[in-house]
């Protein structure tokens, strides 16, 4: 169980430990800058934040004994000249780091290997700690991630990236909007995952289209990888098949609508959901309990908060592993 959460905000990176059993902010770092994301390194215990400077751009820092050092910001290769290529609102895609959405440390037997997601949907790696970054290609320049779109961020994003405990070259990502993608040779080669998803804002004919999936987040159980939990724009989804193909989570209560989930580490049966009554208002935290015939029930815990308050946040309850909110 963590003593301390890593909360990022846009006024900052807040430090929050438990004390006495009560929760205080003991630290503040980036006050007043907006930290979109941070990560913490299980392998070597270091931190990395994502801030977004607007008018400056994306930077990253890394923690050091010191306190923090600014670092690479995976940067996109040029457009080629003469490429015409436009986004969801047909507005010519500028190809430049628009925003960090995620970061994820690689596997043990690849120290100094980190994933990191972005806007307008370009996946990059680093072997360097994030002394350097460089741009998976291969999903790039996929023919079908050009129909990804915009979902609640005008641009496409890829905002989770999960790299399998038992075989590091395996990763998950997930697009809003673009469904979920799998390679199992470290990114050189993509495939689509993702059925039995819905999505009810789509057409009837894409409305089971994978790529056509608005995931908001996607998790796993580290003691179980095969079993993922997805928080999706209209629904909660469950898959037991390394997220091959997933089932719905019928009747939650008072809303299917929300961004974070956080799945228990030994328990891939129970998994954390904040949930909002609409978009903009509170919602409920609930923890979800599925049994082996997959009927699963959500039981609201009486937390609230306001999810968009706090853009994303590392953190672990009662035993659960570390999740974004």
């Known amino acids: 169980m963590n003593d301390t959460i890593l909360v990022s905000t846009r006024k900052g990176l807040f430090w929050v430990a438990r004390r006495n059993g009560t929760w205080e902010i003991e630290r ?32 990253m820092h890394r923690s050091t004994a010191k306190g923090w050092e600014e670092i690479a910001a995976p940067a996109y290769p040029p457009k080629p000249e003469g490429l015409e290529e436009n986004d969801t609102w047909g507005r010519p895609l500028a190809w430049t780091t628009a925003r960090i959405w995620a970061l994820q ?79 199992d040779d470290s990114g050189a080669s993509w495939t689509q995952r993702g059925e039995g998803m819905r ?18 987040c996607l998790a796993q159980c580290r003691a179980a990888p095969h079993r993922m939990w997805v928080q999706h724009h209209n629904g909660i989804f469950v898959s037991s098949d390394e997220g091959n193909t997933f089932n719905e989570i019928a009747g939650v209560e008072p809303s299917a609508f929300g961004f974070p989930v ?63 909110n």
């Not at 009810?200 to 995931?215: C, F, G, K, N, R």
């Not at 082996?292 to 853009?311: H, N």
């Open 28 to 59: 503040a770092d980036f006050l007043g800058d907006n930290v979109t994301l941070t990560l913490t390194d299980p392998r070597s215990g270091r931190h990395f934040a994502a801030l977004d400077h607007g008018h400056f751009g994306v930077k």
């Open 105 to 183: 440390a690689g596997g043990a037997d690849e120290p100094g290997v980190i994933w990191c997601g972005t806007l307008p949907g370009g996946l990059f790696r680093s072997t360097d700690h994030g002394d350097s970054w460089e741009m998976v290609r291969s999903l790039w320049d996929h023919p079908k991630r050009k129909q990804w779109a915009g979902g609640g961020a005008d641009l496409p994003g890829i905002h989770s990236i999960l790299v399998d405990p038992r075989d590091s070259k395996r990763v998950w990502i997930a697009v809003s909007t673009g469904g979920i993608w799998f390679t």
């Open 199 to 216: 999505a009810e804002y789509m057409p009837p004919e894409l409305t089971h289209d994978p790529i056509a999936q608005d995931v908001h």
């Open 262 to 324: 956080v799945v228990h580490p030994q328990d891939p049966d129970t998994a954390w959901f904040g949930l909002a009554r609409t978009r903009a208002t509170s919602g409920p935290m609930l923890r979800a309990r599925c049994r082996r015939s997959m009927q699963c029930a959500l039981r609201e815990l009486g937390a609230r908060g306001r999810w968009r308050s706090v853009q994303y946040s590392y953190a672990s309850i009662d035993g659960a592993a570390s999740g974004k």
